[in-house]
Each structure stands twice: as structure tokens, then as C-alpha cells.
């Protein structure tokens, strides 16, 4: 018989159904998912870190708590070291960058072009021709004509506008302080459990394919656990040495608040093409208050360091990693970010490796049979 039967129909139904309703519960939650795939993401790394610790005959059920606890230590050591030092720079990061702005205003509008329209005083008079004309009552009483004068907000609250209404959609859950602890417990449970017994999760994804299938499965998704583990790891390390180096950059060339910035530079590393510029906006501002060629030399050291970066470091760490083009990566990242705010922003790089890979694996080898090319653009 040609066409569907009526049990055809409803398996249908039901498959799409569930579907759509997976979709709208994964949507609904969709801060949890977020925050689940950060943690499994972590929990590959410390899966590594326990299998060297396996060589020194410590099983995974203690080693991998073992990782988790002595990178929190390392990070607490650092912190309690430097907290003094940033909490003060924070403070005069706070107060000196408006300054700075300000500044930078002034700078503008005392040259002429286009940019100093755009960046004009801060009050704007009515044009002589807008203006309406005296009567005659008035000038026979010698009064002088009302200029209507418009407030023009300066670059400063241009500013601040743009950054509150942005951080309330990026940053939502850092209204509540239960929020941002209920999330990190989150990561660090899924990063022990992930990381202590990685096969197990392993062989549960492996019944959701057919038989027949299952060892490409298993194939693509070792690489996927591949790329993703080294991605994470080649991070952190560039986060210590990024933040290490823009620090001792901006001490050599006498930038104030130079340990804060550099802490800055660390963490917004793990955003990458954003973060960078991210974290070179208040450094650059910070120049400023010295002088404007201070200012072009602080934008030059950040754009050799993420050069540097770019072109040798990521390279050495990353020999086998993946290789996503910069364009796709950036409108990744704005898609996720207007999706789903600073958390999609987060782990937008990660989950484009996750769909790119198994593209390449599945679609250009399998079906193209472009093995060769492959197998040479993911290392």
C-alpha cells in the first residue's frame, strides 16, 4: 500500500509532538541547559586532570574531586594575594573612568569634524531662524527675546544609559546573589561527576543511536570531548598569561590601576574576539588621563598582545584544535548573546565547535568525501 497507515500517522505525531515539547522545556530552562553545558564542559577537563592522576594509581572518584578542589585553592591563593591590591584599583577604576570619558569629550569638541558633532557640547540653542520672533509688545518693553535651550546629555550618560540597559539584559542573574551561588554549585557537581566517570555518560549517549551507527557516534563525539577539552584548557592557560602580561605591559608604561586592568584583560579572555576588545576600552580610557598619545600607545600594546596571542601562543597550546573561522565565530557570538545575554556569550565558541564537528565528520567526510581536507583543517 502506498501512503501512511493510521499507526504511521500517530508515531508521527507523538515523534514530532515530543519534539516541540523538548524544544519549549529546554527553552523555558534555558539558563539551567546553559549552565549544565559549562559544566560538563569543565567536567572534560578535570576528566583529564584524573586520568594523570590515575598514573599515580588515585582512582577517578577521588582524583577528580582532587582537580576540582585544588584549581578552587590555587584560585582562592591568588585572589586572597592580589584582592587587596584589585579592590583598591576597582575603586579608582570607578572613579577615574568617567573622569576619563569626560575627557575624551573635551578632546573632541575642541576639533572640528564629524565626530565632534556627534560628541557636541551640552546644551544647543534654538537657531535664529528656528526661533519664533519678538512681538512688538516685547521689544517696545525692552525685553530680550526667549531662546528655547535643549539639554543634550553628555558622553558620559550616553554612556552609562547604554551600559545599564545592556547589563540588565546580559547580566539578569546577577540581581540575585542565590542565583549566581545556585549556578557555580552546579558547574562544580556536574564537573566532579562528568569528570569521575566520563564513560559512563559516554555509553548512556550511546543508546540513543542504532546499532549500526553507534561506532561512528562514539567516533565523533571522542573528537567533539577532544576539541572541547582542549579548547577549555588552552583558555584558562591564555587567561593566566594574558592577564599576567597585559599587567607588567601596563605597569612598564605607567597606566594606574594596571593590576585591575590586567585582572580584567584575564577574565575577559574567555570570550574570545570580544572579551579582548572588551577589556582594552577601560585601559585605553584609563591612558587618556594622561595624555591622548598615551592613550594610541595602550591600544597598540593591546593590539600586539592579541596579536601575539592570535598568532603564537593559541597556536602552541592549541596544536590540534579547532579552526573556526572568525567571521562565523562572531556572529555565533552575537546570536547567542542576543539570545541568550552574557551566559550564551559564554559558551557560544564551545557549542559552535559542537555543531562544526560533527559537520565535518558526518557531512564533508561521509557524504562529500573530502577526507583529506578534513581531517587537515581539525588538526
Known sequence: MIGWRSGDVLRATALVTSYLLALALAWTAREIVLTAFLGVLFGLAVGA???????????????????????????????????????????????????????????????????????????????????????????????????????????????????????????????????????????????IYVGADPALYHVGLMHLFPLGSRERAGMVLTRVATVLRKWLVTQLVAMVVMGVVTTLTLLVLGVKAAVALGVIAGLLEFVPTVGPILAAVPAIAMGFLDSPEKALTVGLAYLVIQQLEGHVLIPMLMKEGMDLPPALTIVAQAVMALLFGFLGLMVAVPLLAVVIVPIKMLYVEGVVGDVKRSVAESG
Open 49 to 191: 586532570g584524573a586520568d594523570r592522576l590515575t598514573r599515580l594509581r588515585i582512582p577517578r572518584w577521588l582524583g577528580a574531586p582532587l582537580v576540582v578542589f585544588a584549581f578552587l585553592g590555587a584560585l582562592y591563593g591568588v585572589g586572597a594575594a592580589i584582592a587587596p591590591t584589585v579592590r583598591t584599583q576597582i575603586v579608582e577604576l570607578r572613579t577615574r573612568v568617567p573622569e576619563a570619558v569626560d575627557r575624551i569629550e573635551a578632546w573632541v569638541n575642541a576639533r572640528p569634524g564629524v565626530a565632534g558633532l556627534f560628541l557636541g557640547g551640552h546644551e544647543v540653542a534654538a537657531s535664529p531662524t528656528g526661533a519664533r520672533a519678538p512681538t512688538n509688545a516685547t521689544q517696545a518693553q525692552g525685553r530680550a527675546p526667549v531662546v528655547a535651550v535643549a539639554t543634550v546629555p553628555t558622553l558620559r550618560e550616553r554612556i552609562t544609559e547604554q551600559l545599564s540597559g545592556t547589563a540588565r539584559y546580559l547580566f539578569p542573574f546577577l540581581s540575585s546573589t542565590v542565583t549566581v551561588a545556585a549556578g557555580l554549585f552546579l558547574i562544580l557537581v556536574l564537573a
